[in-house]
């Protein structure tokens, strides 16, 4: 516990231009209020302000309640100053002004609320750490996520448009989207494109973009579709829209690799080897290092769990004891956990399973009469101790022995 008496509180409420602080103490006296410039320079004139108004026999706290990051610059610069810095949820904040008599909201009565949320829940909000590392991490897998949905918004309206011009044009290509097939519909994206040519041409440009594609291809091409099709009006006007999306198509490629090449090379940088966990690959590690930060934060996996809403909650009532799964927590890392849990299950066409122990567990949980749902959250729940043990001890993944309990495989 923490003697309050010696500390004085800062509570910031930070907005994309100018961020607003009040200082106060335990009582709620306020020694300072201020608004500065999003920016180191008024950084720097909070944290003098501060030290300036802070009695000596006290201690400066901040509290920062960080909406969309907009918090993250100051407190980051906080945090590099060895200044003790606290995280507050928007929504603590948002329940303590509620509890006030009068409904009036501005940036100064936001910072006092942080201020007395910081006070209240001094010794449960978490400490912000310098997470650059991470923060970097982040925004790779931001930008890749983002990347990702586009060309699937352009993929379905490629699908949309080409289907009009060859409406057998899966039979084509077994992948309407490899390398040899994007180059074909941007070359003759109508079948009228190909009047004047024959096998030889066709299979000599095939093999351009597929050196083991054999002249066989190309007839089996012209020998599908029909060459004296008519371009019609619309037609007319979709082929310059094919070619541009198979242009983004091949772009947003292109700029996927990149991030991943720069995914790959930012996680040589730590010391951990989440990439040995059965069904994890380094999108993977870099979304579950992004969404977790710095190992530290947590002291046990159990808050791990929580913290990614895997943790069932209590609902209990009177005499009955009962639980439920929860709907709260970084929905983000919990749909990483499931992805992985749901890779470690699967069966290839060969019949070969990714974990056996993870298999073996999920099994023996649907046996004990727990639904495929239950036991895949059993599962997260068991990745969850697997997870923080390999980031804690910064060890590899241990295969288990055969007939080995899973929940005791965790990383030594």
């Known amino acids: 516990m923490h003697d309050f008496k010696k500390f004085v509180f800062v509570g910031i409420d930070p907005h994309k231009d100018q961020h607003v602080a009040i200082m106060v103490d335990h009582w709620g006296e306020v020694f300072l209020e201020l608004s500065f410039p999003n920016q180191p320079k008024g950084f720097q004139d909070l944290l003098d302000q501060v030290e300036t108004h802070t009695p000596k026999d006290r201690v400066a706290v901040f509290g ?16 590099l100053r060895n200044k003790l810095v606290k995280g507050v949820n928007p929504v603590m904040t948002s329940d303590r002004r509620k509890r006030w008599p009068h409904r009036a909201k501005t940036d100064k009565l936001d910072a006092a609320a942080v201020a007395k949320v910081l006070i209240e829940n001094f010794n449960t909000l978490p400490q912000v750490t310098e997470d650059q590392y991470y923060h970097g991490l982040r925004e790779l897998i931001n930008r890749r996520t983002q990347l990702v949905k586009t060309r699937t918004r352009y993929k379905n309206e490629f699908h949309r448009l080409i289907h009009g011009h060859y409406p057998d044009y899966k039979q084509i290509f077994c992948d309407p989207f490899g390398s040899t097939a994007l180059a074909f519909w941007h070359k003759y994206p109508h079948p009228s494109s190909l009047q004047e040519v024959g096998v030889k041409r066709l299979g000599s440009f095939l093999q351009k973009h597929a050196r083991n594609m054999s ?23 979709n082929i310059p829209i094919i070619r541009q999306l198979i242009e983004s198509i091949q772009q947003i490629d ?43 934060k947590f002291s046990s996996a159990d ?16 005499n009955k004891k009962r639980h439920r799964r929860s709907k709260s927590g970084d929905r983000q890392l919990n749909a990483v956990i499931h992805q992985i849990a749901l890779n470690q299950i699967s069966i290839s066409k060969n019949g070969t399973i990714k974990c056996p122990a993870a298999y073996e567990y999920y099994q023996r949980k649907i046996s004990e009469g727990k639904t495929k749902l239950s036991a895949l959250a059993c599962l997260k729940r068991r990745l969850c101790d697997i997870i923080f043990a390999m980031m804690r001890n910064e060890t590899r993944y241990k295969h288990p022995q055969p007939n080995i309990n899973f929940k005791h495989s965790v990383a030594q």
């Open 64 to 79: 920062i309640e960080d909406t969309g990051g907009l918090g993250r610059p100051c407190s980051q610069w906080l945090t």
């Open 254 to 296: 292109r700029h996927i690799k990149e991030i991943e090449t720069l995914i790959a090379e930012t996680l040589e940088q730590c010391n951990l080897h989440l990439d040995t966990l059965p069904g994890v690959a380094d999108v993977t590690v870099a979304s579950l290092l992004a969404r977790i930060g710095p190992i530290k």
């Open 215 to 237: 002249t066989k291809k190309a007839t089996e091409i012209l020998s599908s579709i029909d060459k004296t099709q008519s371009v019609s009006l619309e037609a007319r006007i």
């Open 303 to 318: 808050k791990l769990a929580r913290h990614a809403g895997i943790a069932p909650e209590d609902d209990s009532s009177g």
